[in-house]
């Protein structure tokens, strides 16, 4: 398990999330804050990663 000093780790048990926004397959924009108080689920990917892009289409 990774140390808390671990700057790979350190914003992700306990501390707020980092402000953020990002597109939509439509292109609109969504603020993580936008969903304060739901639960939200995140799913990153190299662009060059095909089968992990082809799940999200």
Known sequence: MA???DPMTSNIVGNKAPAF???DR?????RLSDYKGKK???FFYP???TPA???TQ
């Not at 439509?26 to 969504?30: A, C, M, N, P, V």
């Open 40 to 42: 939200v689920l995140l």
């Open 3 to 5: 140390k808390a000093s």
């Open 53 to 55: 892009f082809a799940l």
């Open 21 to 23: 926004t990002l597109p």
């Open 26 to 30: 439509d292109g609109k924009k969504h």
């Open 47 to 49: 662009k060059d990663d």
